[in-house]
């Protein structure tokens, strides 16, 4: 698709979804228990659906006919812009994650720990418009964005208050993404137009990051801007504590983004590796985001609860997740043999140790070699073998896939684009309804990646040990 057509195409579908927010978004006050079904009986049904996929795919179309290069770098931020502005004022869609950040907000501001009580225990005043799930759950967030949601409240005191400061938050995060992904790009050889487009047209940003006004936003930002600085500077202290400071203010907002650290701190070497070097330059990074979040965490006055929180993500189950589709497919294979265990606690027992494995693995790989693509490799690791899979998750690695990948970025893009229709206008995700297919096919996908991986890493082995067998 030309370029000048594939920008009207999607600002076309962007208005599509904006129209779609007005009828049939995550309102305040909605059902909190719809189904698909139930959606398309009520009021505007059929019209909300088909104007959320067909409005999607266009959108998708666009970003992915130019995923290989556009016209310049500035084109690119240009066509994003115009992209995001039907969605800037819209009611909140594909998720009602903006209404919890309100009421643990509100927490917070009245003096409970948010990582002991839930939100029902206040009550916040917004309760009505909290899926069920997480009234009583302890907020799985940073204390950095405890302090944020409360200082909103605060300053607000509403929730229509709340929620356009929660999206110029958002906005604020894709904003510094965009001024940080060029420099991050060309430090990595990659084409900064490509990075820029790859990582901020896709359906994900206007739809989850902007219209749902998630805090991932000002994550990816604050990761990018800290990777960008870090590269930008190798062997300088004081620019490197400064892109230390800037992960451990990610981090301040989801723990997951201190995973970059350590690669980071490999980036940070001017020169070859070597343990020293490691000591002398990767420890102002390490040093900066360490500091950070413990400043963070002493400042908001909950010591390290948050800690604890990131374990609610295993209160959702859903396909998405591989090592959860493992588990219920292992449990659908257990019913006619008349078993009826759950197998989710050892299925994603095991994932969280193949990740850990992996990160070690990948960290030790990443000293002679690009730490900045390896870092990436181990967000989009950390993502897949979560418990809990969200779409707005997979901006997370993507941003830096983006940024550090001189080659094969179809297999992202895809991701990208299945991960756009996972979740209905007002917040239903699909996932919880096409378990039964949607579990088996994660499985026989997760299968063939692995039997691959393997099959690279003999072929890798075989050059080596023909090389060594002819000394």
């Keep these: 698709m030309p370029s000048h057509l594939a920008r009207w195409t999607g600002l ?4 599509l979804l904006a129209v779609v927010a007005f009828l049939g978004g995550a309102m305040p006050h909605g059902d909190l228990r719809p ?16 104007g959320w996929a067909v409005g999607t795919a266009v959108l998708a179309y666009a970003w992915w006919s130019l995923r290989d290069g556009v016209p310049s770098t500035r084109w690119a931020l240009v066509t994003v812009g115009l ?25 917070y501001a009245a003096g409970i720990n948010p990582y002991e009580q839930g939100v029902s225990t206040l009550p916040c005043p917004w309760l009505d418009s909290i899926s069920y799930i997480w009234r009583d ?12 949601a409360g200082a909103v409240v605060k300053a607000t005191g509403s929730l229509v208050g709340a929620i356009v400061l929660f999206r110029l938050l958002a906005v604020a995060g894709i904003v510094l993404t965009a001024a940080s992904l060029p420099a991050l790009a060309r430090r990595c050889g990659v084409p900064a137009g490509r990075a820029v487009w790859l990582a901020l047209g896709s359906p994900l940003i206007g ?11 000002a994550m990816v930002g604050l990761l990018i801007a800290g990777l960008a600085v870090v590269a930008a500077r190798p062997g300088r202290p004081g620019m490197l504590l400064a892109g230390g400071v800037l ?11 201190l995973v970059v650290v350590p690669f980071a701190a490999l980036a940070a070497i001017a020169g070859g590796f070597s343990v020293r070097a490691l000591i002398r330059d990767g420890g102002w990074v390490v040093g900066g985001a360490v500091a950070t979040v413990v400043g963070a965490t002493f400042a908001a006055g909950l010591d390290f609860g948050w800690i604890s929180g990131l374990e609610q993500g295993g209160l959702v189950v859903a396909w998405t997740s591989p090592p959860t589709a493992l588990g219920q497919t292992v449990a659908y294979l257990g019913l006619p043999f008349g078993w009826h265990g759950d197998p989710l606690p050892v299925t994603r027992g095991i994932g969280m140790g193949a990740l850990a494995v992996l990160l070690v693995w990948l960290w030790f790989r990443a000293r002679d070699r690009d730490p900045l693509w390896h870092a990436a490799l181990a967000l989009t690791a950390t ?5 809990l899979f969200h779409p707005w998750y997979w901006t997370w690695p993507l941003a830096v896939l983006a940024a550090t990948s001189r080659q094969r970025i179809g297999w992202f893009a895809v991701v990208t684009l299945v991960s756009a229709f996972l979740v209905l206008p007002d917040g ?4 919880r309804y096409t378990k039964t297919v949607g579990a088996p096919l994660m499985t026989l996908l997760v299968i063939v990646v692995v039997v691959r991986l393997v099959r690279s890493a003999r072929a890798t082995r075989q050059p080596v040990a023909a090389t060594v067998g002819t000394d």
């Design 207 to 217: 739809v989850q990051l902007l219209s749902g006004a998630h805090n991932d936003a």
């Design 428 to 431: 239903t995700g699909l996932p």
């Design 35 to 50: 189904t698909p079904l139930s959606i398309w009986q009520g009021s505007y049904g059929p019209v909300i659906l088909t």
């Design 383 to 387: 993502v897949a073998l979560a418990p």
């Design 12 to 15: 076309a579908g962007s208005t």
């Design 247 to 257: 992960l451990g203010l990610a981090g301040g907002i989801k723990a997951t983004a």
């Design 137 to 148: 759950t302890p907020a799985p967030y940073g204390p950095l964005f405890v302090m944020i």
């Design 83 to 107: 992209w995001l502005l039907p969605l800037l004022v819209t009611p909140p869609l594909g998720s009602r994650d903006v209404y919890a950040y309100a009421c643990q907000g509100a927490s």
